[in-house]
């Protein structure tokens, strides 16, 4: 466990850590606050599984803002390389460097040191983790692992293991205090092992009804009550067609703001139409829903609501 000497202002209990998160405005489980809390306490990485648009981006963003701490984003895609995510040297800097002590007639060895010094040091996210910060230790989200290939992810293994890299001219460099670690990915490839025990896992699914209506709430104030309902009810219903893509919590936020805009004040079949783009975002899906099915949908939504009071 680490001491808060080393690493102040983490909660000490799971009702912090969840007081923690009202703070910022994210609406949390107790699983989820438990296991944010055991990685905070346990100097531990933690692993966010989830579908695309269920708020594990969110979780790193809330922990950054409400402990006070710098957010670096590592964003993966396939491709990425060392370079991208650790450190490169700015090359162009270095030659007018070169240039200047050419005809100043320095040294080379002198040169030499001068130009791989760390002010030609371009530090990325990875290497901006392990480096020291007077306002704690970072929070590093390592977003959407899962799209990078698999030679960076074992890159990342041996980051993590012992938070420290070594980069040829200037020697080791290990953090002080590790950063707060935060890596998420979209399932759409398995992760290896060897990474997901270096870490504490948590699967993050989709909101029950009373969760994403709080969510909503906190998120859109402005939508009626009636509205805020019928969206949540509705998308729920839409989780249980056969989607190429379901709607995540992002996509029923991005719709509650857009009928909002439209000073709706509650669902009606030709909105719905009208709108359910903000929703679903392939074609194939959109073409699964004519007029008659908005309307049936909206009716299940509806009675799923009266039962449910």
Request: hydrophobic share 45%.
């Amino acid at each position: 466990m680490k001491s808060d000497r080393t690493n102040p202002g983490l909660p000490t209990s799971i009702e912090e850590t969840l007081k923690l998160f009202d703070r910022g405005g994210y609406v949390a489980d107790r699983a989820l606050a438990t296991v944010v809390y055991l990685a905070l306490r346990m100097g531990r990485p933690l692993f966010l599984e989830g579908e695309a648009g269920v708020g594990k981006t969110e979780v790193a963003k809330v922990l950054a803002a409400t402990l006070g701490r710098r957010l670096l984003r590592l964003q993966c895609y396939e491709g990425l390389d060392v370079s991208s995510a650790l450190y490169e040297w700015n090359y162009a800097a270095q030659m007018i460097e070169i240039r200047i002590a050419e005809a100043e007639g320095v040294d080379r060895d002198r040169l030499s040191s001068d130009i791989f010094s760390e002010r030609f040091l371009v530090k990325r996210p990875l290497l901006e983790a392990l480096s020291p910060d007077p306002a704690g230790a970072p929070v590093l989200l390592v977003d959407e692992l899962d799209r990078a290939d698999e030679a960076f992810e074992a890159f990342l293994l041996e980051v993590l293991a012992d938070f420290q890299v070594t980069i040829p001219e200037l020697g080791t460099v290990r953090a002080k205090v590790p950063p707060i670690v935060v890596i998420t990915s979209n399932r759409t490839r398995e992760v290896h092992d060897a990474l997901k025990r270096r870490c504490l896992y948590h699967w993050i699914d989709y909101p029950t009804f009373s969760r994403e209506l709080a969510i909503v709430r906190a998120k859109v104030p402005a939508a009626a009550d009636k509205l805020a309902r019928e969206i949540v009810a509705f998308v729920q219903e839409l989780r249980k067609e056969d989607l190429f893509k379901a709607p995540g919590t992002a996509e029923t936020l991005d719709w509650a703001s857009a009928l909002v805009t439209l000073d709706a004040q509650g669902l009606e079949p030709l909105l719905i139409s009208d709108t359910l783009g903000v929703v679903l975002k392939y074609q194939d899906d959109l073409a699964r829903f004519d007029p008659a099915k908005v309307e049936h949908m909206l009716k299940g939504a509806r009675t799923a609501l009266k039962a449910a009071e």
